[in-house]
């Protein structure tokens, strides 16, 4: 069964520190996202990405983020200069694009990030 | 703006029992969805189900039922006959039905104990 895939699953960082995170979406999506979960919250949309450029994004995604997809098959997040409060775990996520009936939202397993 | 409620912060019950899960949602959209994930300890988020605000038939699937009460704008989820398998973090979500584009809003999850 096809699955996104997400690397690394835990990375740690010292703050101020640049780090990408990657994942690979399913082979036929269109539509790619990134949402984050901080330690024992909920989880929440940073953005979504179709068509090689972003189509909305939410408040925490400042211009610390960036998000590309540098080829066919990866897409990757990006923090700039990393900050305690970015510690979270990032989950990268797709669906097929095409129609208002939307359908499932497939989730990769997530990938730890930790801010010392 | 969506917004999406969990009250139950945790809860536990013995195995065997049945439990409810309980979601109430807000949107102005007259078309939406709402889905429900389980994050069990290993942290990936595995969809269980998505409903469109059309289609207020209870579903059943195995021993998961979902109720869906527009006039109450709720999305509750029951587990029959728990296991201790079903432990785990239980979100519910809602999604605005427009092409292609699945920002989910996720509630703060349940945390559900089964106890042997």
């Known amino acids: 069964e096809p699955e996104v895939t997400q690397t690394p699953s835990h990375q740690v960082t010292q703050m101020g520190q640049e780090v990408i995170l990657r994942c690979v979406p399913i082979?036929?999506?269109?539509?790619f996202y990134w949402y984050r979960q901080i330690l024992g919250q909920k989880v929440e949309f940073l953005v979504s990405?179709?068509?090689?450029?972003?189509?909305?994004k939410s408040e925490i995604f400042d211009d610390q983020f960036s998000v590309e997809r540098p080829d066919g098959s990866n897409f990757t997040l990006k923090i700039r200069s990393t900050k305690l409060e970015d510690s979270a775990m990032y989950f990268c996520?797709?669906?097929?694009?095409?129609?208002?009936?939307?359908?499932?939202?497939?989730f990769g397993e997530g990938s730890r990030l930790t801010v010392l | 703006a969506q917004k999406v409620t969990q009250a139950q912060t945790e809860i536990s019950v013995v195995e065997k029992e049945d439990v409810t899960l309980d979601c109430v949602y807000e949107?102005?959209?007259?078309?939406?969805?709402l889905f429900w994930y389980k994050q069990p300890p290993s942290g990936e988020l595995v969809f269980l189900i998505r409903r469109n605000s059309f289609d207020e038939q209870n579903e059943i699937s195995g021993r998961y039922s979902w109720n869906f009460q527009k006039s109450t704008s709720s999305f509750n989820f029951t587990i029959t006959a728990s296991q201790v398998v079903d432990s785990a973090v239980y979100f519910c979500a809602l999604s605005e039905a427009w092409f292609g584009n699945e920002k989910l809003t996720f509630g703060t999850g349940t945390r559900l104990t089964i106890i042997p």
């Open positions: 082979s036929n999506h269109l539509y």
């Open positions: 949107t102005r959209d007259t078309t939406y969805y």
């Open positions: 996520a797709s669906t097929e694009a095409g129609t208002r009936n939307t359908g499932e939202l497939f």
């Open positions: 990405f179709y068509n090689n450029e972003i189509s909305e």
